[in-house]
């Protein structure tokens, strides 16, 4: 059985100060923790219905689980892992960058999509949803394992690389008439605002997805789904 103080300690992690201030962050569900045992990250505690096998599990009830999980509907297991050091960025190969994303689901996704597609370093600016936040761990299903993410000034960051810069605008030139280069960095901007003024200044190549409807109507993709269109493009 759980304490109140076991329980408080692991339900504060829901929130960003907590887990920055401790350096843990929390994992859910089978598939999605043995992708993090599986991997360089180091666990802490493992808390679950069905045994791991592994060393700091601790079985516990259901009603426990319910307890400290942060699914509407809890899985089998919910675990603590280490936050990995920062590493320092290697500007080579294509890079994703996000400006001000901030759903936890779309973040997610989008670490899915770079490990999908082979991109290494994913680089946030400071406004982008924390990708140790529970809901975007558990949208990664375990990608999160596998992709670089840096947090910076995005804006120092683009000013002092030396990579085209080509940025997802809707006045942008049609992708699938650009010739995309091996090397660059592409960015995405905020769900609602698109990419800042601040962020624009340093994009090099402006690029967009056409309509094909007839009506034209649609305002806009979802910025996840752009993503995977234009990811798919510069590997094609």
């Given at each position: 059985m759980l304490s109140k103080n076991q329980i408080k300690n692991i339900t504060r992690l829901k929130q960003k100060k907590y887990r920055q201030q401790?350096?843990?962050?929390?994992?859910?569900?089978?598939?999605?923790?043995?992708?993090?045992?599986?991997s360089t990250f180091k666990l802490v505690d493992?808390?679950?219905?069905?045994?791991?096998?592994?060393?700091?599990?601790?079985?516990?009830?259901?009603?426990?689980?319910?307890?400290?999980?942060?699914?509407t509907t809890p899985n089998t297991a919910l675990a603590i892992f280490k936050?990995?050091?920062?590493?320092?960025?290697?500007?080579?190969?294509?890079?994703?960058?996000?400006?001000?994303?901030?759903?936890?689901?779309?973040?997610g996704t989008i670490i899915r999509l770079c490990d999908w597609f082979g991109i290494k370093q994913l680089v946030c600016?400071?406004?982008?949803?924390?990708?140790?936040?529970?809901?975007?761990?558990?949208?990664t299903m375990g990608s999160l394992t596998r992709v670089k993410?840096?947090?910076?000034?995005?804006?120092?960051?683009l000013k002092a690389i030396n990579l085209p810069v080509f940025g997802a605008f809707m006045e942008?030139?049609?992708v699938y008439q650009t010739n995309l280069p091996k090397a660059g960095i592409l960015v995405l901007g905020n769900e609602a605002n698109g990419i800042s003024s601040i962020i624009e200044a340093s994009v090099t190549d402006k690029i967009s997805i056409p309509r094909f409807g007839d009506l034209q109507a649609?305002?806009?993709?979802?910025?996840?789904?752009?993503?995977?269109?234009?990811?798919?493009?510069?590997?094609?």
């Open positions: 401790e350096g843990l962050f929390i994992a859910e569900g089978g598939k999605v923790i043995k992708e993090f045992l599986n493992l808390f679950t219905t069905e045994t791991f096998n592994v060393e700091n599990e601790s079985i516990i009830s259901e009603a426990d689980l319910k307890k400290i999980s942060c699914l936050m990995p050091d920062a590493k320092a960025l290697k500007n080579e190969g294509l890079i994703l960058a996000l400006d001000d994303i901030r759903d936890p689901g779309n973040l600016s400071h406004k982008t949803v924390d990708c140790y936040n529970p809901k975007v761990v558990q949208a993410i840096v947090y910076t000034d995005l804006s120092a960051y942008g030139k049609n649609t305002e806009s993709l979802n910025v996840a789904t752009a993503g995977a269109i234009l990811l798919s493009e510069f590997r094609r």
